[in-house]
């Protein structure tokens, strides 16, 4: 038996199989025949030709729903299936050093890699990452290796795995996933949002674990405490067996009272409502947990969800958003346009950022792609009629983003009514605040809105200047740290000053000790993983609003991060008699 301690991002016990998670390919290396060369160069050109047709099929695809020019970026990589240098390359070394394709073709495209990367011109250093995608194209064909998807998975395992992408829990199948273990990760990232909102236990941070573990390991995973138990003892799997029957006795407790309003002992009302990124696999939960609608639906992950690089259609953006809005008839749906960017890429060889978090992402995006853009705001105001629609825009800094967005959904309007399609002429427009230069703009961004949301996540790491994934600076990644609750005041208050109601859909929203000190700041509604819903909601039915605004009032005149969590820590001793870390 053998025990690691990881970072605990997820909470729950899980208990089985494990399966180790690897998108590398494993290039074997073995001598050949003078008579055999004859068959490696046949299937070295059957598997060239057929990466070349795959890239015509889909360059043809992405020009029929998109745009010609959403297709012509497969220009290059065609061209390069079609290199006759290349080719001659190859057969020069096969003939040469009598080694199996594989072998050959994976030292040549390494070779040219490495001279294109040294060269200044920026145009052949991009030039490199199409090669290196078009080489593992053809490697994955000679080797006759599918891509693995955890949504192939045939039966419950553990996955582990040095990262895991956001593409890849997008894809996934979920009635086969016990928990995550992975070696990089955060308790913001989005892989870990992801696992708390499906109820999946999650542990991140230990370092080479995915060589340490083998498929088929017996293993133990205490989401609470951040252990990982491999092959237990038969005395330890019955500790964590009854463990894992208790803790599933007292969610069954707490989601007795998932029916009762959510407001404080004097009577102030704070709605809960689901984050949720992949409906189909989500909302059983969402429902189950006594959430009061979808306080963000992050639209991004229909493109994410999808084994083709693209973006979806206007129809089946459309046919999602009617999903979503037709099982809230009573409830407000707020779907978030697309926030791709930062660590949710369009194509896994796209122009690397040096920083992406401050790059080309959401809205950034959007209004520099008006053609994705109009697509998207197409299928949501086509949506519109069949629910409560609210749409919001993210990573705001400034009125001329609002301006440029009203500006194209009028556009929109006036093509739908032209088209005489029906669609809500008032859906509430609302932004996201996560800028500190959206904070500082909130009193006119105001005036521009229907309606704010917090996004916690990323306004706490660019006020604190502090990437959420980055394990060196975590200790920086304080939520109820001065400078951010006198940002979120500032937002809360100026938002109220324009008349409109201020929500938060950011982590911070799901942890109780943070939620009594918003509450106590004025945040109207609080949107957060459903798994969360039902102890949130017990807690604000048990405390006031005006003590909350009391304690709140406090920490604000407070200098020190450790006083704050010591006066916090504090109150909810006395309050509430206990205190809570997630």
């Not at 003939?95 to 200044?120: A, G, H, P, R, T």
């Not at 909130?442 to 980055?470: A, K, M, P, W």
């Amino acid at each position: 038996m053998k025990i690691f301690q990881g970072n605990a991002v997820s909470p729950g016990i899980a208990i089985g199989e494990t399966f180790v998670y690897s998108k590398d390919l494993l290039i074997p290396k073995y001598s050949i025949s003078e008579l055999q060369i004859k068959i490696e160069i046949e299937r070295f050109n059957n598997a060239l030709k057929n990466t070349r047709l795959e890239l015509i099929q889909l360059k043809n695809k992405l020009s029929k729903e998109l745009s010609k020019d959403e297709g012509k970026f497969l220009d290059s990589h065609i061209m390069i299936t079609e290199d006759q240098s290349l080719v001659k390359d190859v057969m020069e070394k096969l003939k040469s050093e009598k080694k199996n394709i594989e072998w050959v073709l994976f030292q040549v495209i390494d070779s040219i890699v490495k001279k294109f990367n040294k060269m200044e011109d920026e145009y052949f250093r991009d030039r490199a990452v199409d090669i290196l995608d078009i080489g593992r194209k053809v490697l994955q064909k000679l080797l006759t290796k599918k891509n693995v998807s955890l949504s192939s998975l045939e039966k419950e395992f553990i996955v582990v795995s040095s990262d895991i992408s956001v593409s890849d829990t997008a894809s996934m199948n979920k009635k086969n996933i016990l928990a995550f273990i992975t070696e990089f990760g955060g308790q913001t990232s989005h892989v870990s949002i992801l696992a708390r909102s499906l109820g999946i236990p999650a542990i991140f941070g230990i370092p080479n674990i995915s060589h340490i573990i083998n498929t088929g390991d017996s293993i133990i995973i205490d989401g609470y405490k951040g252990l990982i138990i491999v092959n237990p003892t038969a005395v330890k799997l019955k500790e964590y067996n009854d463990l894992q029957k208790e803790y599933r006795k007292k969610e069954v407790e707490a989601l007795k009272n998932i029916d009762l309003p959510s407001e404080t002992k004097d009577g102030k009302k704070i709605p809960l409502k689901a984050n949720i990124e992949i409906p189909e696999q989500e909302l059983d939960m969402v429902f189950s947990h006594g959430a009061e609608g979808i306080g963000l639906y992050r639209s991004e992950f229909l493109y994410l969800a999808k084994q083709i690089k693209t973006l979806p259609s206007e129809e089946q953006q459309f046919t999602a958003y009617k999903f979503v809005l037709e099982k809230f008839p009573d409830d407000i749906v707020t779907i978030r346009t697309l926030d791709l960017g930062g660590d949710k890429v369009i194509n896994e060889n796209a122009e690397k950022e040096l920083n992406p978090y401050l790059g080309w992402r959401a809205i950034r995006f959007c209004l520099a792609k008006p053609d994705i853009f109009k697509t998207q705001l197409r299928a949501l105001y086509r949506a519109s009629i069949y629910g409560n629609l609210q749409v919001m825009i993210p990573m705001i800094t400034g009125i001329e983003e609002i301006l440029e967005t009203k500006k194209i959904i009028s556009e929109v309007k006036k093509e739908l009514k032209k088209e005489n399609i029906k669609f809500n002429d008032n859906v509430p427009l609302g932004i996201m605040i996560e800028t500190p230069a959206a904070v500082l703009m909130s009193d006119i961004l105001g005036e521009h809105s229907d309606f704010f949301s917090i996004g916690t996540n990323d306004l706490i790491q660019y006020t604190l200047v502090c990437d959420r994934g980055n394990k060196k600076v975590a200790y920086l990644y304080e939520p109820l740290h001065p400078a951010v609750l006198r940002t979120l005041k500032t937002a809360i208050d100026n938002g109220h000053k324009s008349n409109i109601k201020v929500s938060l859909c950011g982590e911070m929203g799901s942890e109780i000790e943070n939620v009594i000190v918003l509450i106590g700041l004025g945040i109207d509604e609080l949107s957060m993983n459903s798994i969360s819903i039902p102890e949130i909601k017990r807690v604000v039915r048990e405390i006031k609003y005006t003590e909350a605004k009391e304690l709140a009032d406090e920490l604000l005149t407070l200098k020190n991060y450790s006083d704050i969590i010591k006066k916090v820590k504090n109150w909810c001793r006395r309050k509430i008699g206990f205190i809570y870390n997630y």
